[in-house]
């Protein structure tokens, strides 16, 4: 197995990392590092997640279609858990498009590939 997680410097995609990378799998974290809350919180996350040799990460937003392509490409995963994702209610008023970009465009953007590889 080969598993993408993106959001893994998010608080699941952490947690949900770090039990896949002690069962020996390979995992490919990817996360846009955004400012939501404190980076430097997400940043320590990949610093421990760094420490497995069975880790990988690339800071890629998942609304950049061609970096998401790139890395699918490069890795071939077996698995994609989605949990990169704009969270929180009151701050969709405030920025309706983070949560477009990043829930649906970002979702949309793994499903075409899948698709379009037949790798589904
Ligand atoms: N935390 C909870 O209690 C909880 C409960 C139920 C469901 N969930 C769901 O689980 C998912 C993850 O939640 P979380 O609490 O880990 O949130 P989180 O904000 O801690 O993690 C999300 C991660 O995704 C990254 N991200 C956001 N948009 C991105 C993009 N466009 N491209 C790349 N990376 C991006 C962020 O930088 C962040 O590190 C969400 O869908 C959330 O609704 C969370």
């Keep these: 197995m080969k598993i993408l997680t993106t959001g893994a410097a998010g608080f699941i995609g952490f947690h949900l990392s770090t039990l896949l990378l002690e069962n020996s799998i390979q995992v490919i974290g990817l996360d846009n590092l955004n400012d939501y809350y ?38 071939k995963p077996t698995h994609v858990i989605n949990l990169a994702a704009q969270a929180g209610v009151r701050y969709s008023i405030e920025n309706p498009y983070a949560y477009v970009d990043s829930n649906l465009t970002g979702f949309m953007n793994i499903l075409d590939f899948f698709y379009r590889n037949m790798m589904v």
């Design 38 to 75: 404190d980076p430097e919180l997400k940043k320590a996350r990949l610093e421990i997640l760094n420490k497995y040799d069975n880790f990988t990460f690339h800071k890629v937003d998942l609304k950049a279609k061609p970096a998401v392509d790139n890395i699918f490409e490069a890795y």
